[in-house]
T-cell receptor
Framework: DAGVIQSPRHEVTEMGQEVTLRCKPI?????LFWYRQTMMRGLELLIY????????DSGMPEDRFSAKMPNASFSTLKIQPSEPRDSAVYFC????????????FGPGTRLTVL | SQQGEEDPQALSIQEGENATMNCSYK?????LQWYRQNSGRGLVHLIL???NEREKHSGRLRVTLDTSKKSSSLLITASRAADTASYFC???????????WGAGTKLIIKP
């Protein structure tokens, strides 16, 4: 398996623009997680899905952030409008069904909002 | 939310020496996991230890878990330059599919 795939790897945009990050989880994994990592706040869980259904989005910082998982092999994280403080590395991870199990991370998307 | 706290925040040692990192947590857990993150990369799972286990080995890695003290340690023996990375602990619970992450220890191996 190719592992978790994220695109783009790098994104530079201007404040106010819409940003869409994409993720393809490992085939057969039932859980998908979106994280944000910054130097100041470390690794933060934004939202996670089970069988394409959002389970907990309490980590989504604001209404400007939204996430979807239209099918088992694809998820998006959208920021609209983007702000400089959204600059971070965004990771997608997937895991099998067992609670609290091992998570497999993608390479991340480094987002810079100017 | 972060439950795990790694100690130290940063560690710099000579190649060939052993590196020890510690993790403390607050609530009861089902398992504790260690991950490595190389600069600019995603996190990679290293090892998982269950709450009913006290010690686990994987190659040059040795993990211990003391549930009475709510703490774990990761020992890397005979360190190599390629071990330079940040190391994170994460705790898993039966009732929750989330992992609770620590802030990480930055390890630098000097050649």
């Amino acid at each position: 398996d190719a592992g978790v795939i994220q695109s783009p790897r790098h994104e530079v945009t201007e404040m106010g623009q819409e940003v869409t990050l994409r993720c393809k989880p490992i085939s057969g994994h039932d859980y998908l997680f979106w994280y944000r990592q910054t130097m100041m706040r470390g690794l933060e869980l934004l939202i996670y899905f089970n069988n394409n259904v959002p389970i907990d989005d309490s980590g989504m910082p604001e209404d400007r952030f939204s996430a979807k998982m239209p099918n088992a092999s694809f998820s998006t994280l959208k920021i609209q409008p983007s702000e400089p403080r959204d600059s971070a590395v965004y990771f997608c991870a997937s895991s099998l069904w067992r609670p609290g199990g091992e998570q497999f991370f993608g390479p991340g998307t480094r987002l810079t909002v100017l | 939310s972060q439950q795990g706290e790694e100690d130290p925040q940063a560690l710099s040692i000579q190649e060939g020496e052993n590196a020890t990192m510690n993790c403390s947590y607050k609530t009861s857990i089902n398992n504790l996991q260690w991950y490595r993150q190389n600069s600019g990369r995603g996190l990679v799972h290293l090892i998982l230890i269950r709450s009913n286990e006290r010690e686990k080995h994987s190659g040059r890695l040795r993990v211990t878990l003391d549930t009475s003290k709510k703490s774990s340690s990761l020992l890397i023996t005979a360190s190599r330059a390629a071990d330079t990375a940040s190391y994170f602990c994460a705790t898993g619970q039966d009732s929750n599919y989330q992992l609770i992450w620590g802030a990480g220890t930055k390890l630098i191996i000097k050649p």
